[in-house]
């Protein structure tokens, strides 16, 4: 599998939203998981100031692949970050907005969420499928919110588990391995040099690289891409 590899952050931003307007214009309606991050931030600028016109979201459902546990309006809410820089700028209606309730008993909500999805989503052998994934990656190796010390959450067969970042001991809800590799498609946004040693080692098999979650991204379905700008491919040989 061959990363697109884009100059920097903003051309990334360009090339994935270009891949996302073709991808769901064959489409008659769309479940697409997003991921929060710096990264994601710049592409959810750029689908809004430059692919309203290419981009009908009244047939997308959003969903999101993780979510910190704090109310909406909290600055490290990733509904709120994505309200701020692309859903405020688009028409979209409300009833397909389907967010993690973050100041919910964390437990309680990946209860609930993980229902939603069974819901929603549409079903292929059974199981939930979005359209596409959308995963970023941290320097850790983390995805979503599996973060290396948590590594058997990716393996659990719910579709939500509630998380703790290793750090601050915060909570979060995140979908599962499940999901994530039953989706049609899976994109990884991943930016920065401090990104490019976990790239390279998960792309090439090198080192360590079993040890992050990330490394754990194989959708059935064969639809893995990685879009990375210059300085977080530098590792990769």
């Known amino acids: 599998m061959k990363p697109n590899i884009s100059n920097t952050k903003q051309e990334l931003a360009q090339d994935f939203s270009g ?3 073709t991808l769901l214009a064959s489409k008659e309606t ?3 998981a997003l ?3 710096s990264t994601p931030k710049v592409v959810f600028d750029e689908l809004a100031e430059n692919f309203t016109e290419d981009i009908d979201w009244g047939k997308i459902h959003l969903y999101w692949g993780d979510e910190r546990c704090v109310p909406p309006t909290n600055a490290d809410s990733n509904y709120k970050m994505t309200v701020d820089h692309l859903i405020s700028k688009i028409s979209i209606p409300d009833e397909n907005i389907h967010r993690i309730r973050g100041e919910a008993d964390p437990r309680d909500e990946a209860e609930r969420y993980a229902g939603l999805l069974q819901a929603k989503l549409p079903k292929k052998n059974g199981v939930p499928q979005f359209d596409l994934v959308i995963l970023g990656m941290g320097d850790d ?3 979503a919110s599996i973060f290396p010390h948590e590594i058997g959450l990716w393996h659990s067969k719910k579709h939500c588990e509630v998380a703790v ?4 001991g915060q909570k979060r809800i995140s979908i599962t391995g499940s999901l994530i590799n039953h989706a ?3 994109a990884f946004l991943v930016t920065g040099e401090n990104k490019a040693e976990k790239v390279g080692e998960i792309l090439g098999k090198r080192g360590n690289y079993q040890k992050y979650p990330a490394s754990l991204v194989h959708p059935k379905s064969g639809g893995l891409l990685w879009f990375l700008d210059k300085a977080a491919a530098q590792g990769i040989v």
């Open 165 to 168: 970042h290793p750090d601050s």
């Open 19 to 21: 891949y996302l307007a």
């Open 35 to 37: 991921s929060g991050g």
């Open 141 to 143: 190796g983390h995805t």
């Open 184 to 186: 049609a498609a899976v």
């Open 30 to 32: 769309a479940h697409i």
